[in-house]
Each structure stands twice: as C-alpha cells, then as structure tokens.
C-alpha cells in the first residue's frame, strides 16, 4: 500500500508518521513517499520520520521526492496538507484584515478568503495529476480551508474526502472527562468546517453531554476561549473558532495586542527542525503538540484505512463530505463536516437531526460566502473578491469588504493569475 503526502516537509509530518507507525494493524503501509518542493526541510522531515519508523519497527520505505508526478504513480491515497506561500503568507493574512477591524485569521473571515484563492487552483492542478497518474487513489485533503478545497475537488469530481481534527480533540477531551477509552465515545458534531457544534457525546447510546456541561462546562470554556454561561444556555459546545463570530471584537481587539499566531508558528517550526536535525531524535518532540494538529495522524489512519478497505470494515468518522440533502436548507453540491460511513465504495453521511435555527442561520450564511470564494478561486476578478468578502458575515459593509478587497489583492498578487 502506497501513500503520498503532499506537502510532506510540513513540520506536522513526523506526527503522521508516528501514527502510520503505530496503527500499522490499522493501515498496513509499505511505502511512503513525502513531496515538497523544499528539499532541505524534506530532509529533515524525512530523517526524523524514517527514525520513528525504525524505532516502531514498522517495515515501510520511506522516500522523498520534489517532482510530483513520479511520485503519484501507483499511489493508493494522497494526503494533501500544503500551505502555499508558506508563514509569510499565513502573517499577511493574520495582519492587514486588523487594519480594517476584521478578524485576522488563516481560514476564517478575509485571511481565510486568501488563503482559499491561492490554494485552490494549486490544489486542483495537484488532483489532476492523481487522476492521471493514479486514477483509483482517494485524495484526503487536510489543506485549509477545508471546507473550500472539498468543495473544490468534489465539484471536479476528485476522489476526495476533507479532513479536519477538531472533532477527534473533542473526542479525546470529552474521553478523558468521562473516564472512558475514546473510542467509545460517538459525536453529534454538526455544521460547516471550522463552524461546528457538538450537540450529543454518546457512550453506549447514552448522551453525556449535558453532564458534562452541569459538571465541566467551566474547563470547556477554557479550551474553546467562550463563557461557560454561554455553553449552559446552549445546552452544546461550540467549536473553538465559534469565537471569531461569537465575541468577534474580543478577538480583534486581543489580535491587535498580541504577536501574531504566524509568529508564533515560525518561531515553533524553527526549533523543531533543529530537532528534526538531530540523528538521535526517534520520536516526536512534545513541541510538536503546540505547533497544532493534534491527533492528526489518528484521524488520517483512521479515514485512510476505511477508505482502502484495510481497518476491520466500514468506519464512522467525522468528515468534510457532499451535504447531498443531510442539511435540507443547504445545496446539495455544499460540503458539510458530520459523521459519515466511510467504506471502499466512499462517504455518506449519517443522517443528523435538523439545525435550530441560532446555527442554521449562520451555516447557510457561510456556505453562501463559501460558494462566492470557490467561484472567485476558480474564476477570478476583483468583483467576485469583494462579493464573497460582502457575502462573509464577518464583513457584511460595502466599505469594509472594498478596503478588505483592496488589501487582499494587493497582498497576493503574486498568487492571483488575474490581478
């Protein structure tokens, strides 16, 4: 079984090695090619990862290439986990929506419309190549955001599933509460990428969330950085990036006072490379677990296994998927993020309960901005940036959406084949 990972000089990578190496029960690789055009922290990335499969003793070859196309032939799945224009990218989108008292943020708001609009066409161009290379591979995309890029490569038909590892730390959080292993726990996780709420934790049939909410809603709210009054009244757990629509100032106003999460990262990805750099290194530093993705590689093995027919048969596991009539509110070519049965044969939702409408509301919301990105991504123009940017419930002004439009192109020019 042959896996790719594109973008494999991320410093995320040695945790998804870690996992291959680990669950090989679950997902019996025997070749893993890393692609990066960044040959120097590929070899570092690489080095580490062939360490920490040696220590496992897991017998897979582990190889690197900075030419695509040779790389995908026979492949049986991609992970796509790239960021094009890389942290300095990532810092102009974290910056210049501040200057307009918007939200700076990688996926969220105007910093996630950039980085959609650079990473689409990228990302597509990479999915054609597996089609002709290796036509039966999946293509699990990990790339954010999410939700866009799905869209993205379903629409063109790609055998393409999205992934994202917010449901998994609820998951392991809520285990852990509970005094119970995590796979005994099940989600209600319902919505929109980077736009959900966990509505039910069942273990065995029994929902458990309204004890935890009566008996932990205090350490919750730390984790999601919202009130613990407002967890109570809901009655669910709004994901951590609720917040940006939630208490929006808040978060500027911290933003405008704070380092920038970019900064931060670099100055992560820095000292983990040094790491990576040493021969002695055999497993993943605990440094790891700050620089984001946590139980990444979990939820990767997991979903490629079912998806490969390799784990102990059909899995159910929170994906990026078609919504295909599962929220009857939304299009059906709009991708979702719910518990789906993930199989051979593919993805299909599980049937959820309808949205009240405080979520409904905002989720249709979204995916009519999100449908205006895809179509500025795939079609270009500056009308189509500021309709989407109109069109985002965090911008929503003609004034503010022109300057956002205005910084946007200006700060990605050299990404945009229109501008």
């Known amino acids: 079984m042959k896996l790719v990972v594109v973008g494999g000089g991320s410093t995320y990578t040695p945790e998804l090695i870690d996992g291959i190496g680990r669950l090989r029960d679950t997902l019996p690789v025997s070749e893993i090619v890393l692609v990066d055009p960044a040959a120097e922290r590929l070899a570092l990335v690489s080095g580490i990862g062939r360490r920490i499969l040696a220590r496992l003793g897991h017998p897979a070859r582990l190889t690197t290439a900075t030419d695509l196309d040779p790389a995908l032939e026979g492949a049986d799945a991609v992970l796509l986990q790239l960021r094009v224009g890389g942290q300095d990218a990532r810092e102009q989108d974290e910056t210049w929506p501040l200057e307009c008292g918007c939200v700076g943020q990688e996926t969220t708001g105007a910093g996630g419309l950039a980085k959609a609009l650079r990473t689409v066409p990228v990302v597509l161009d990479i999915a054609e190549r597996v089609r002709r290379r290796a036509p039966d591979a999946w293509i699990v995309d990990f790339t954010n955001p999410v939700g866009i ?136 530093p605990a440094l790891l677990m700050e620089r984001g993705g946590a139980y990444y590689s979990e939820a990767a093995v997991a979903l490629t296994a079912a998806l490969l027919g390799s784990g102990a048969g059909p899995a159910t596991q929170v994906v990026n998927l078609r919504n295909n009539g599962i929220l009857p509110f939304l299009p059906d070519d709009a991708v979702i993020e719910t518990s789906a049965r993930v199989d051979p044969s593919g993805v299909i939702a599980v049937p959820v309960a309808p949205l009240d409408p405080l979520y409904a509301g905002l989720v249709g ?52 084949a229109w501008a």
């Not at 458990?208 to 932990?216: D, F, T, W």
């Not at 920038?260 to 790491?275: G, H, T």
């Not at 123009?381 to 500021?386: E, L």
């Not at 309709?387 to 020019?413: E, I, K, S, W």
């Open 365 to 416: 919301a979204v995916t009519a901005y999100e449908q205006l990105a895809l179509e500025a991504a795939l079609k270009g123009g500056y009308a189509r940036v500021f309709q989407a940017l109109l069109a985002h419930p965090l911008v929503g002004q003609v004034d503010v959406a022109t300057r956002l439009a205005d910084r946007l192109v200006a700060h990605n020019r050299t990404y945009l």
């Open 149 to 284: 890029v799905t869209r993205a490569l379903l629409q063109a038909d790609h055998r393409a599933v999205g992934l994202c590892n917010v449901a998994i730390g609820f998951q392991r959080r809520f285990a852990r509460m509970l005094d119970v292993e995590p796979n005994a726990v099940s989600l209600d996780h319902v919505g929109l990428n980077h736009l959900t709420w966990e509505r039910a934790v069942l273990v065995d049939g029994v929902d458990r969330l309204p004890e935890i909410i009566a008996r932990r809603s205090e350490e919750v709210a730390d984790e999601i950085e919202l009130p613990a009054a407002l967890i109570s009244q809901l009655g669910v757990v709004p994901s951590y990036y609720l917040r940006y629509y939630y208490a929006h100032d808040e978060v500027v106003a911290e933003l405008r006072r704070s380092p920038s999460r970019a900064a931060r990262v670099r100055e992560i990805e820095s000292r983990l490379l040094k790491m990576y750099a040493d021969p002695s290194l055999d497993t993943k």
